[in-house]
């Protein structure tokens, strides 16, 4: 039995202890005993990588722990280190990056920890590594990352499986303005309680990952299918596990979609938009429309509003978007009474502008901007 982590983003934990729930991968979904700030602690075979990476909407990325043991000195920590199991993650001269962190420990010096688990590594592999510094987590193909993390001499080791950041679908390669991380559109709809079947608005989409993301969810599609992973590269690697879990992977059949629909006032927006819808795979499903709030047209009976506005931080910062705020809760009331609604905003007094009814007690970190995400029904 190995032990993994599922990184989260701060706010996101609950979701993605959902989905592991939801997978089979964590026995108990509304008390996870693992969870923690900033991800899920979970158990099982290597098998569950494959299937953690694969279908999570909501994590970052997915860690292996190697082994965890205290170390006080730095001889300590090498000829602990080089006990790990290295060769089943990594082949002589492999590139790896190397990110220690160091809170309140004898070791105190990140670069230094890095520098012995480098020769820790050495040690067991028979060779030097090729060392390179922890870089852009948005980097294209980035070497093996291994993390390191030391508090209160306590070290725990872990080998990154994702590569690249779980958010980057592969869909999205046009952006509009302040793009929203399709990890945090999908927990958007899981905390809305989007049932799947009822009609979705989003009055600005953007770049279309909140619809593309609906879109994904509603079909079954595993956001992972169409990506590379840092294990695939792993000496162990069960190729035809993966072409298996990746056959169960297809949309299910006769499934029809309900409305979803997706509009913006930036015609550039919506050209993105619909380019990253094709590349998705679920351009038809989804209708996009260049219009204001104002002109949105829901179809009869209720259903879920789930968007993010501009609020003022990356985008329009000298802009008074009390207006803004204030419009939007009209045309729901007046067009979508009795629909669920979900608003990301950083600013509780622009949500307040809506006059709508909202839970705000849900906070996440949006690209280190605190926000949160107001939950109601529109009255």
């Known amino acids: 039995m190995n032990s993994f982590f599922a990184v989260t983003a701060p706010g996101l934990e609950t979701f993605t202890a959902q989905e592991l729930h939801r997978l089979n991968l964590l026995p108990d979904a509304t008390n996870p005993?693992?969870?923690?700030?900033?991800?899920?602690?979970?158990?099982?075979?290597?098998?569950?990588?494959?299937?953690?990476n694969l279908h999570l909407r909501t994590a970052s990325r997915i860690l292996v722990?190697?082994?965890?043991?205290?170390?006080?000195?730095?001889s300590?920590?090498?000829?602990?280190?080089?006990?790990?199991?290295?060769?089943?993650?990594?082949?002589p001269g492999q590139a790896v990056a190397i990110r220690a962190t160091c809170h309140k420990s004898k070791l105190y010096h990140a670069d230094a920890v890095a520098e012995r688990v480098a020769g820790a590594i050495a040690d067991q592999l028979g060779q030097p590594v090729s060392r390179q510094k922890p870089g852009d987590e948005e980097a294209d193909n980035?070497?093996?990352?291994?993390?390191v993390r030391l508090v209160h001499d306590h070290c725990?080791?872990?080998?990154?499986?994702?590569?690249?950041?779980l958010h980057r679908r592969g869909y999205r390669q046009a952006v509009a303005k302040a793009p929203l991380r399709e990890t945090l559109a999908?927990?958007?709809?899981?905390?809305?309680?989007?049932?799947?079947?009822?009609?979705?608005?989003?009055p600005f989409c953007g770049s279309g990952t909140l619809p593309i993301e609906a879109a994904l969810l509603a079909l079954g599609l595993p956001p992972g299918r169409n990506r590379c992973f840092a294990f695939?590269?792993?000496?162990?690697?069960?190729e035809k596990r993966w072409a298996a879990l990746l056959a169960d992977c297809q949309p299910r059949a006769g499934i029809e979609l309900p409305p979803i629909m997706a509009s913006d006032r930036d015609a550039g927006a919506i050209r993105m938009a619909q380019e990253n819808a094709e590349r998705a795979g679920v351009a038809q499903h989804i209708q996009f429309t260049c219009q204001a709030v104002s002109a949105i047209s829901p179809p009869a009976g209720t259903g879920w509003v789930v968007t993010n506005p501009p609020y003022g931080v990356r985008i329009s910062s000298n802009k008074d978007l009390r207006n803004l705020y204030a419009q939007l809760g009209n045309v729901l009331r007046a067009k979508c009474p009795g629909w669920h609604t979900a608003i990301l905003c950083n600013d509780l007094m622009l949500l307040g502008q809506t006059r709508l009814t909202l839970d705000t007690s849900l906070s996440i970190l949006n690209g280190g901007i605190k926000v949160r995400l107001g939950r109601g029904l529109v009255k």
């Open 33 to 52: 005993p693992m969870t923690e700030a900033g991800g899920v602690a979970f158990q099982g075979e290597l098998d569950a990588v494959y299937r953690a």
């Open 65 to 74: 722990r190697l082994g965890d043991f205290n170390a006080a000195a730095f």
């Open 76 to 91: 300590e920590l090498r000829k602990k280190a080089s006990r790990l199991d290295w060769a089943s993650y990594l082949v």
């Open 142 to 147: 980035p070497p093996q990352l291994v993390v």
């Open 156 to 165: 725990t080791v872990s080998m990154d499986s994702s590569g690249e950041l």
């Open 186 to 202: 999908a927990a958007m709809l899981l905390a809305s309680e989007w049932d799947t079947t009822s009609p979705l608005l989003d």
């Open 232 to 238: 695939m590269d792993w000496p162990g690697f069960d």
